[in-house]
């Protein structure tokens, strides 16, 4: 149960945006552009980075909600999963395990990121903007699993939950729907 009153039918990071839609605007403006604005870093990879800092965290929430996105982009399920179990032997390339790597590293402490980790990304050709980006998605997701689980936010047990966001993500990207989420009141979580 949520420590705050939330909206019951917004679980997870949703809710607590639609508490503050303040403060939401800028953050949704923020993961809009670094999950889905341009890059050399596909929309996938992105969400895989939001992922494993997620699992890391232990976020239920944010890694379910972007295993889950990730999963609709790759048209797979394999990868998300082996990138949380090894990344070392997951079907990624050498770059992306070092970006992955990097974001590990920014997970626990910024301050663990090394030069080597550094030179290792771009040895395996990281752009100094694949790894720029990589850091501040990996801060920004430490923080998106500290507001969800320091606010004790829900975190729904269906994977159709998960799927269905994944999909408006894809499709909408992080932007608040013109709408609200009206239709999820009717949906049981």
Do not use: W
């Amino acid at each position: 149960m949520p420590y705050i009153n939330i909206e019951a039918h917004l679980p997870g990071v949703t809710g607590l945006l639609e508490f503050r839609k303040d403060t939401s605007g800028p953050l949704r403006e923020l993961t809009q552009i670094l999950l889905r604005g341009h890059s050399t870093l596909s929309e996938a990879e992105r969400e895989l980075i939001a992922t494993v800092v997620s699992s890391k965290n232990e976020c239920v929430y944010c890694t379910t909600s972007h295993t889950a996105a990730a999963d609709a982009y790759l048209g797979e399920n394999e990868t998300s999963k082996k990138v949380k179990e090894n990344i070392e032997t997951a079907p990624v390339t050498d770059k992306m395990k070092a970006l992955l790597n990097i974001a590990l590293l920014v997970g626990g402490n910024g301050k663990n990121v090394s030069p080597e980790a550094i030179q290792k990304a771009k040895d395996n050709n990281a752009s100094d903007m694949e790894i720029h980006d990589t850091v501040m998605i990996a801060a920004l997701f430490c923080f998106y699993n500290r507001y969800v689980d320091g606010l004790g936010t829900y975190a729904p047990t269906d994977p159709v939950y998960y799927s269905d966001m994944a999909l408006r993500l894809k499709e909408k990207g992080y932007y608040r729907p013109k709408d609200g989420y009206e239709e999820l009141k009717n949906k049981q979580l």
